[in-house]
């Protein structure tokens, strides 16, 4: 995790978001409590970080790994960052009483005639529950916790209560089966984490070495988030912008999921999209800008995926919309790659011959013909002194023919056929000539004249043309060098800004890659360009 906090004392950030809770930027503070939260938590730092980040903008983590891997204890750490929670706990399965959950029926409320519960303690009066393999749960707990995460309310009897209620932290080894209907229930869980066993080997001898994790730590007076910073945020989060790069990947992963929706069978709500971008936007206001960039959008990973098979594959696309997308450069990069290439055609097509051009004559009706004189030798009579017993011919061979593997026929020069040659070509240019006379050698073999070879420089070019394309080149090269320059002044203050406690060093590189992708392409064609206009002088 990128936990080193800048230090930002006698600076104003540009792009600072204006807190009416604290004039202190909140990226070091929130960093210092994931520090302490996380303490002793190997291999957890970046799940405490996502999942307090979704507690921070009211939104709900789903927990999914095997047994003991601390799903529980990631819950309770999270309560710890805020004065004062009210927490709530339960261990589901299929005989979980709804008086476990929300509270046991009020036996004075009874003498009176109505029916209510005793709810203080459960979860309609937590700040923060966990509910350990809740697809277990029976019907009617789901639907009641269904109205809770949705309203935020409970009704107790005739009431109507409001359900203070923060985030609720779910765990589970397995996600809802399908056609169970849990779909809107799971759909509500925006974060989706998984929490492997413990992978690398010092971590693991750490763990064993060690005392077990206490389920809550100490964090100072000045870090605890209180009630009313919290409520604070909740309105502040939606001053946050989702910039255009930010725009630009999520079209790219829409794309990308309808193109496999198929294989991959992600259904992504309106919805959640909708709460998606309120997670973007609060990591990048609890980082202190007032926009999102590519490190809030790699927090898209988490919110995708349905189950373990496509968890991955989600994965995937996301990083790879995140490196597909540099800065929103000032130019349409697609289309000029196109004028480009087409301005290259156009130049290489006038400077150059784009195949092999052969000698050749014209009969009648402008026909054209390779212009063949062959001597067929007798095969008894073939010394010098008997020349006059070979015969000569001059004949004409149709270009139309050239490099098929038809047998045809050869004319003469008025363009009639002459039928004691036979001529089949071999399919690669040269063709085989047959003489019908038995005491004639039967073939000859002919190649036809180049006179110009495939990039071969033409001797005579319309220089006007030429010219008037050498300026489209000069023109395209000065808009590349403009978008080159902004993109370098952007990447000045914005890759400074990547770093975030919410994602992970090895995440943000995705973005800096693709930084980097889109400065070379830009260089590449600027060097293109250069190519294209020595070619034009």
Request: glycine share 4%.
């Amino acid at each position: 995790m990128n936990t080193k906090a800048k230090d930002q004392t006698g600076k104003k950030e540009k792009n600072k978001v204006s807190k009416t809770t604290d004039t202190v930027l909140l990226q070091p503070r929130i960093t210092n409590i994931i520090q302490v939260i996380s303490s002793g938590m190997h291999e957890r730092e970046e799940i405490m970080a996502v999942a307090l980040l979704g507690a921070f903008s009211g939104q709900n983590t789903f927990l999914f790994g095997p047994p003991g891997t601390a799903k529980s204890l990631i819950s309770r750490r999270l309560a710890c960052a805020f004065k004062e929670p009210s927490y709530f706990e339960c261990l589901m399965n299929r005989f979980t009483e709804p008086s476990e959950v929300v509270g046991p029926v009020s036996v004075k409320a009874l003498k009176e005639d109505k029916y209510t519960r005793k709810t203080e303690g459960y979860l309609p009066t937590a700040d923060f529950a966990f509910l350990d393999e809740i697809w277990k749960s029976s019907p009617a707990i789901l639907n009641t916790l269904l109205t809770i995460i949705n309203e935020h309310i409970y009704r107790n009897g005739d009431e109507i209560t409001q359900v203070p209620l923060k985030a609720l932290i779910a765990a589970s080894n397995e996600t809802p089966q399908e056609n169970q209907g849990l779909e809107a229930l799971y759909d509500r869980f925006i974060i989706r984490m998984f929490v492997p066993p413990i992978q690398l080997k010092q971590n693991f001898d750490d763990l064993l070495s060690a005392k077990p994790n206490a389920s809550s730590v100490e964090i100072s007076s000045d870090l605890l988030i209180t009630q009313e910073e919290w409520m604070t945020w909740q309105k502040e989060l939606h001053s946050v912008q989702l910039s255009k790069e930010t725009m630009n990947i999520i079209h790219l992963i829409r794309n990308e999921l309808s193109d496999k929706s198929g294989e991959l069978k992600v259904y992504v709500s309106d919805r959640r999209w909708q709460r998606a971008a309120m997670l973007m936007k609060a990591s990048a206001y609890f980082c202190d800008r007032t926009e999102t960039n590519h490190s809030d959008a790699m927090l898209l990973k988490y919110c995708l995926w349905t189950t373990p098979d496509n968890r991955e594959d989600i994965t995937n696309i996301v990083k790879s919309a995140v490196t597909a997308c540099g800065f929103d450069a000032p130019l349409n990069m697609a289309e000029i790659q196109k004028k480009k290439e087409k301005l290259e055609q156009e130049i290489l097509k006038e400077l150059y011959y784009q195949k092999d051009v052969y000698k050749m004559v014209k009969l009648e009706g402008n026909k054209k013909y390779f212009q063949v004189t062959e001597v067929f030798k007798h095969r008894h009579y073939n010394s010098y002194h008997y020349q006059q017993y070979n015969k000569k011919f001059t004949f004409y061979i149709p270009v139309s023919e050239y490099k098929s593997k038809d047998v045809t026929f050869p004319v003469d020069e008025n363009g009639n056929s002459v039928k004691k040659l036979r001529i089949s070509f071999d399919g690669q240019g040269s063709c085989f000539i047959k003489y019908d006379e038995y005491e004639y050698d039967t073939k000859v073999t002919f190649s036809p004249e180049v006179l110009f070879h495939k990039g071969d420089k033409k001797e005579q070019v319309n220089e006007r043309l030429i010219k008037a394309l050498s300026e489209e080149v000069k023109v395209m090269k000065s808009s590349l060098v403009n978008s080159q320059r902004s993109i370098s002044q952007k990447s000045k203050n914005f890759l400074s800004r990547l770093n975030t406690p919410f994602v992970s060093e090895e995440d943000t590189k995705c973005a800096i890659k693709g930084f980097n992708d889109q400065r070379e392409s830009l260089e590449l064609k600027i060097k293109d360009c250069d190519r294209l206009e020595s070619l034009c002088s």
